[in-house]
């Protein structure tokens, strides 16, 4: 499953390569967006991954906590529901399409 760059960015992670130094572009400007802490990326890439095993889509929520982003004015300990869902073929959907 491909991560998108911007989910990767709300948790710490960043295009390799990506010129810190300058933010003359939106990739650039991603190292700016953690909002969650990194190791939670795998709980939700997880998520993601059992429902598509189970043919309801890539679609999955799951309680984060947030960290401390001065930045964008996210204080850390907040609790949030965060739900993500990636465009793709839903099993159990399509196989009812060719009945």
């Known amino acids: 499953m491909h991560i998108d760059i911007f989910l990767a960015a709300a948790f710490g992670f960043q295009e390799h390569g990506c010129d810190t130094s300058n933010f003359d572009n939106s990739l650039q400007f991603t190292v700016r967006n953690q909002v969650f802490p990194s190791e939670a990326l795998?709980?939700?890439v997880t998520a993601l991954q059992d429902a598509q095993?189970?043919?309801t889509g890539a679609v999955a929520t799951v309680g984060l906590e947030t960290v401390a982003n001065?930045?964008?004015?996210?204080p850390a300990?907040?609790?949030v529901g965060?739900?993500?869902g990636r465009w793709g073929v839903i099993a159990a959907v399509?196989?009812?399409a060719t009945e």
């Open 70 to 74: 001065a930045w964008l004015g996210v």
């Open 94 to 96: 399509s196989s009812r």
């Open 82 to 84: 965060f739900r993500w």
């Open 42 to 44: 795998g709980g939700l």
């Open 53 to 55: 095993r189970a043919g």
């Open 77 to 79: 300990g907040q609790q």
